[in-house]
């Protein structure tokens, strides 16, 4: 199977959306704003992703880097904050795009909400934590971070087909939450895993289990199915790519259990 290499492009990624200014790494980030997932969060979306998968909700920011406004931790941190602060909310993340490909600034970011009450959620696609296993040690300092790794598809060939990477990147996934675990990350607690599982098929599905239980049995009781929402620009680019889920939801349907 033919695909590209997500490092290779999460480094050229990162040439658009992170900069150094005055010894402090900044990152895109194209909005912050309150969301009931996870009961209520407030986010700060970023911009850039060394992924591009073919369902993506945020691929207009993701797929292309040229939009969004270069933000420092301090700067990212205080708008996170005041609207969790007004929203009364218990959680904070960094979404939209991959929050990994600007560590420092993702670092400064923890540190400062480590001095909070909030609980930060990791939403990641894993790739980086497979295979920096120093990363994973860095989150580990961090007893407020939760880790969420989402995966792209059951198998190695759903992950190419939903991703266009090639195959053996998938491992990586699984990878970080090994990595992950190693270093204190309590499985189905602080580390779980999310799974796009719109296009997977059962049998995929229990490949898919059965190699999370080799890893630890409570990441199976924790896993997060998650299932492509039909906004119009999620349509617009599920025809371009010529993909049919099995199953999908529309904004106004989202099932409970999803939010």
Known sequence: MQGYDPFQLGEATRKSVVRVVGGVEERKYYRFRGGRWYGGIATGDVVGCNLRCK???SWRFTHITDK??????????????????RKG???????????????????????LFSE????????TNGLLIGKEY??????????????????KGATEEEFNMLTGAKPEFFNYQFKALENLIEVGFKPGEEVYPAIMLSFSTDENYAKFKKRLMEINPRLV????????????HVIELLKKNKLRPRLAFTPDNIPQCMI
Request: proline content about 4%.
């Open 89 to 111: 909310y218990k959680y904070v993340r960094v979404s939209g795009g991959e929050p990994t490909l600007s560590l420092n600034h993702l670092q400064e970011l923890l540190k």
């Open 116 to 123: 909070t009450k909030y609980v930060f959620i990791l939403e």
């Open 134 to 151: 120093s990363l994973a040690k860095m989150l580990s300092n961090y007893s407020n971070v939760v880790v969420r790794v989402s995966f």
């Open 55 to 57: 369902f993506c909700w």
């Open 221 to 232: 009781e924790s896993i997060d199915e998650e299932y492509v929402i039909l906004y119009p």
């Open 68 to 85: 969004g406004y270069f933000r420092r931790p301090e700067e990212a941190f205080e708008k996170i904050f005041a609207i969790a602060s």
